[in-house]
């Protein structure tokens, strides 16, 4: 059985695809996606877009909520790249008439090593609360405008998981992660599949009491449920 962890806000695409592929599964939200108030300070970068090299959009939550902060500024700079973390964060700027380019690998390495290629010295990230992990890899100027949180779900039902036989459960996110292994003894963590989105996330779940850790092509939707589907076969 797998188990689609995505929050409802994001979960809902995975779970067509998981319907047009005939697999047996749940939807387990572990976290939800609210809108977040950026601060003064966040806003103020706003009038200075200029001032930037590229734009970065984290995820499509940065879209749905930043969008109505940048989208007019935006206009009077749009010869300013943008640049998407995956194809889903770009088909979100698209159906906004905004134009993206995304790195080779959908990640923040992957926007790292854009940025080195390009030459960017100065960008401004729109992301959730938690700190982007692309602050500690790339030596240019980033700075950052909170417009979502990810919170962890409250009263999720772990025993619907534990009572399967055999679980593939999808991991998207280091958030994710450590909710299962709160919630989870090591004998129950030792039968669960895991398909992990990055290999980041997979070598924190091997860290843990995690056998079996499958590390998918790529985050996106189609590349984890190939992966998932060749496990749970």
């Known amino acids: 059985m797998i188990v689609n962890t995505r929050p409802t806000e994001i979960g809902d695409k995975t779970n067509n695809l998981l319907n047009e592929l005939k697999c047996d599964f749940i939807h387990i939200p572990f976290t939800k996606i ?4 950026p601060p003064a300070s966040a806003k103020i970068l706003l009038d200075k877009l200029s001032d ?9 939550s940065a879209v749905k909520f930043g969008v109505k902060f940048f989208q007019e500024k935006y206009a009077k700079v749009s010869h300013i790249p943008i640049i998407s973390i995956g194809l889903a964060t770009q088909k979100c700027l698209n159906e906004l008439g905004i134009s993206s380019v995304v790195p080779k690998t959908y990640n923040s390495e992957g926007i790292s ?16 609360d938690k700190a982007p992990q692309l602050l500690s890899i790339t030596n240019a100027d980033i700075d950052v405008f909170p417009c979502y949180e990810s919170q962890d779900k409250k009263n999720i039902d772990f025993e619907k998981i534990k009572k399967l036989d055999e679980s593939t459960i999808l991991i998207y996110t280091h958030q994710s992660l450590e909710i299962l292994v709160k919630n989870f003894k090591t004998y129950e963590m030792e039968k ?3 398909i992990c989105a990055s290999e980041r996330i997979r070598k924190l779940a091997s860290n ?6 499958v590390l998918a092509k790529s985050p996106l939707d189609n590349d984890i449920l190939n992966a998932a589907t060749k496990m749970s076969n």
Do not use: M, P, W
């Not at 609210?34 to 108030?37: A, G, M, N, P, R």
């Open 192 to 194: 669960i599949i895991l």
């Open 34 to 37: 609210e809108e977040l108030e």
């Open 52 to 60: 930037y090299d590229a734009l970065i959009f984290t995820s499509q």
């Open 113 to 128: 090593k854009l940025i080195i290629k390009k030459d960017y010295r100065k960008c401004i990230v729109f992301c959730g």
């Open 208 to 213: 843990y009491s995690f056998k079996d850790c």
